[in-house]
């Protein structure tokens, strides 16, 4: 494994990272709901390869993700790097609705009374005394940002939280918040080979304040695992009948991408993960790859991306064989 600072922060996280929405199960990843024990083997076999860097969000499962690490962070705590998300609350108290879910109604609150109690409610369900990194989950224009960064550098001071970073943001967000006097450490976006031009936007705003860039969605939810994926079916819920690569007409063009791709991944004698991920690790220098996993042998097979070394050409013609399909805005 490899590590690097996050963002201009003291922090050292292993270039993989260990995403934990799927862990949350609930109806958006209904093939299968999490236990304690799997939770704790998980967070082991991150040990055992060194990805010490691990994601989550209160509204994953509703509370359910974070309580699961809890369990299973417990006597480790200071072996890993704990994140999670401020923003999204089921609370009732106000903000913007975002969406009903599972018998919840999620609102988008960015005030500062609001980012505090999303840190305490995390803190509890997580079993812990300090974060080390929050993500405010989608930022809102509907709040003043000085206001949210007055409440983020707050909770730095009591030492709740050790950095802090945007997500489902653009660009100009970015500046914004460093402009209110904010050190915004890390911005989490959707990016992959299918989906990189949003990244690539923001690229230029992230090396302006040395932030690190966190993909999310590299696998595309699984559709980039192999090709044999888009034959599953999904239940209406499930996030994963919900992205465009479920579609006829993207079907065709990804079985082509993949025959495109089979024989690289064949050269190199590696996992179709294991290829996207370090094609990912390309695109910009300070890149984290958070990849969603819930079971130990993805683990294994994502930490080894970084042992494979793709030559230009082979970047190259990755890519080509995705730009018939590429999207702009991944509407999950
Ligand atoms: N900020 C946001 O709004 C936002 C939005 C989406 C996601 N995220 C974060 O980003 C993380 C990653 O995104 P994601 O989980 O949606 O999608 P993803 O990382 O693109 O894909 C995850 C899927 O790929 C599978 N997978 C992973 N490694 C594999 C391997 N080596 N071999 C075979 N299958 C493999 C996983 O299977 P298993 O589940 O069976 O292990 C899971 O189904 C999330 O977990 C979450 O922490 C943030």
């Not at 922090?11 to 990843?29: H, I």
């Not at 802090?164 to 653009?170: A, I, K």
């Not at 660009?171 to 976006?189: C, F, I, M, R, S």
């Not at 690790?281 to 996993?293: E, R, T």
């Amino acid at each position: 494994m490899q590590y690097r600072k996050l963002g201009n922060s003291d922090l050292s996280v292993s270039l993989v990272a260990l995403g934990t929405w799927g862990l949350g199960g609930g109806s958006v990843w209904s093939d299968h709901d999490s236990t304690e024990a799997e939770a704790k083997n998980l967070l082991s076999a991150c040990k055992e390869y060194g990805v010490n860097y691990i994601d989550t969000a209160p509204v994953y499962g509703t509370g359910e993700s974070e309580r699961l690490l809890g369990e299973a962070l417990k006597g480790r705590r200071h072996d890993f790097v704990l994140q999670t998300k401020c923003s999204l609350n089921w609370r009732n108290e106000g903000g913007n609705f975002h969406y009903s879910r599972d018998g919840y109604t999620v609102n988008n609150d960015t005030r500062p009374e609001a980012i505090a109690r999303d840190v305490e409610d995390s803190l509890r369900r997580l079993e812990t005394d300090y974060l080390d990194s929050v993500i405010v989950h989608y930022v809102c224009k509907s709040f003043p940002v000085c206001d949210t960064v007055e409440a983020l550098e707050r909770l730095k001071e009591q030492g709740k939280i050790r950095a802090y970073g945007l997500s489902n943001s653009q660009p100009k967000d970015l500046a914004d918040y460093q402009n209110a006097g904010g050190h915004v450490d890390t911005v989490q976006e959707f990016f992959s080979i299918l989906s990189p031009f949003h990244g690539r936007d923001y690229f230029p705003e992230c090396k302006k304040y040395g932030a690190t860039f966190q993909t999310y969605g590299v696998l595309e939810e699984g559709f980039l695992t192999s090709p044999a994926f888009m034959e599953r079916t999904f239940r209406k819920t499930d996030i994963r009948s919900r992205i465009p690569w479920v579609q006829p007409e993207y079907k065709t063009g990804l079985r082509e991408a993949f025959e495109i791709w089979e024989p690289i991944r064949e050269a190199h004698g590696c996992s179709f993960p294991q290829l996207f991920e370090a094609w990912a690790l390309k695109q910009y220098p300070n890149m984290s790859l958070l990849v969603g996993m819930r079971k130990p042998a993805n683990v294994a097979d994502n930490a080894k991306c970084l042992d494979l070394v793709l030559t230009p050409d082979e970047l190259a013609a990755m890519e080509e064989a995705a730009k018939p399909i590429q999207v702009e805005v991944l509407d999950k």
